[in-house]
């Protein structure tokens, strides 16, 4: 149940018809621009009393345009070794005067993940199946109509199965028949599609029908917020909530985090002296993070179960329940309570009304005591931090399940950058100087992990390659703090020279802003703001920029004009500059406060705060001009 584990499908309760009123799009709407069309998108999948099943799916694409063929040409299936098993039922090209062109067994290629000689795999049992249509034109349709038998329920006495279908996309004929046991209990959905329900001889059987056939065109660009049950589609799951989901995840994996004497002892080691509990729990969740390594989970059922501790201290590699697992056990170990917790580590910020163990795809930690999560998948988040990505999402807690629980939204108060710089400009145009760098929060840990591998001549040369690409012959040396730590500010200092900074001799201008690449300078801020607006939700977040320049000017330079100061407040963006002149010195302060709350803003909150950015970036382009 990792971030690549998207393909978990085992999913108990009353039966729920909810039909979701389908989406008119006006009749001017332009068409969209297909490169193909599905012909059929058929799935007939037989559950039986033991909940294995088995799955007929049969997909016909038709091409459209030259540009699509090398994509729908060759086709690829992949499954778990161990609990299911593939057969191609049919596969062939069927051309535009009528004939049929059959796939020969020499264009099918598999590839199987397993252990060497007679061992069994360590991380991976996938198999995938590749088929290659023969002689596809625009025109023709190719028909892949494979079987796929699961031999083993994902979760013991669960099923679940899930699909939706883009609106910008062409289909023809999209039928979905599931037939299950009449006795069976399930929640499920349904979104723009027809339905017939029948029962017979103990079974009930579930068709659903839908139909796109002139797709409008997508305007939308931003996906980074996505809720499927926006589009046409079902869920149909065993489950009867979301807390049993987490329960019945924790009766296979709560065990494995067992503390054994190894356990106890390296839990130990790790803490040393450290008394203070809040630190022990740091200091084990900075060893887990640093040391043991990611790998995805992808055995049958291991999906969705971690590996036993040995295994995961042996080879110093997991996925993320891995992680949770030993994590869970070290704080045990030293009287810290924790329990693990599911989360969607993708663009999903909302859970499926249906609950369906697909909301659901990434382990973390939570440390009741302390009203803290952690993902010690992220070798670079600071304890106390989370990630962007699980972020202000519903979570699942697999000990003491709280209805409506979230993580923490990516608080805009612990990321901050401040950048000092002083410029000395020389008579004939070129400068010297000095720049101040110190983060907080997030915008620390980044830093942190651009200058963790690198080396000293690498640093000369990243500066060069800097000052080149703004078109400036420099050079430069840096003086940083230790990047090796998780927590804390991080702070550099840069110490540089560049030729032709400015024009000389003569009149000129110069533009105001960093003149090194940072985490999170001003400039970044607005210009994110000022895209244009989707009228969709979006992934957003806050955290505070200050910017200070000095530009000491030579004897012989005039500063004939400044830009104004400026101040703007709204949409919980504040923004306020200053320029002025002390002597021979222009000094400039700007400030960019982002309080946004939440990481997901809604189009008026953008448009709100797109209006201040189109006001702000005027300010941040204007010109210092000198004689």
Known sequence: MCKDD?????????????????LVMADDSEPADL?????????????NDDLTHVQRIEVAKKVLKERAIKRIKKTTISFSTSIQHAEVLEAYTLKQ????????????????NKGAKENAPVFSDRTTLTVVFPEVEVGDTVVFYYQLTQTE????????????????QAYDDVYIRL??????????????????????????????????????????????????????GFAFSTFESYQQIAETYGLRATPKAEVTERVSKLAAEIVGDETDTREQARLLYEWVATKISYAGNCIGVGAVVPHDIFFILDNRMGDCKDHATVLQALLSAKGIRSTQALVNSGRVYKLQKVPMVSSVNHVINYLPDYDLFVDSTSTDTPFGLLPFSVSD????????????????????????????????????????????LNLDGMSAANTR????????????????????????LGSGSIEKDDPSPLHGPYGMKVTFEKKSFIHRPGAGAFRIGPLLPSDAPIQDYITSMVEPVEDVDTACSGGKSVEEYSYVLPHDMELLAKPEDMAIEGAYIKYTATYKVEGNTLKVVRVLEDQTPGNVCSPKLVEAQRALGLQIIKNLNSQAVYK
Request: charged share 30%.
């Open 35 to 47: 490169n193909m069309r599905y012909v059929r998108y058929h799935i007939d999948q037989t559950v």
């Open 153 to 168: 329920p994902m979760f013991p006495g669960q099923f679940s199965a899930s699909s939706w279908f883009s609106r910008a």
């Open 449 to 472: 992990k651009g200058f963790r591998h690198i080396t000293a001549d690498q640093e000369e040369k990243w500066l060069e390659k800097v000052f080149r690409s703004e078109g400036y």
């Open 6 to 22: 998207r393909n978990l499908l085992g999913i108990v309760s009353v039966l729920l018809l909810v039909t979701l009123p389908a």
């Open 393 to 436: 999402k519903p979570v699942l807690l697999v000990d003491g399940y709280q209805e409506n629980m979230k993580t923490p939204a990516t608080s805009p108060a612990v990321h901050q950058q401040r950048m000092k710089s002083v410029v000395n400009i020389v008579s004939d145009g070129s400068a010297t100087g000095e720049i101040e």
């Open 97 to 112: 005067d009528g004939r049929r062109i059959d796939a020969p067994k020499t264009n099918f290629q598999v590839r199987i």
């Open 179 to 232: 037939d299950v046991p009449e006795s069976l209990r399930a929640h499920y959905q349904t979104r723009q599609m027809t339905e017939k329900v029948t029962t017979k001889n103990g079974r009930r059987i579930l068709e659903w029908r839908f139909k796109n056939s002139d797709p409008k065109k997508n305007e939308r660009q931003d996906y980074s917020v996505w809720d499927s049950e926006s589009e046409p």
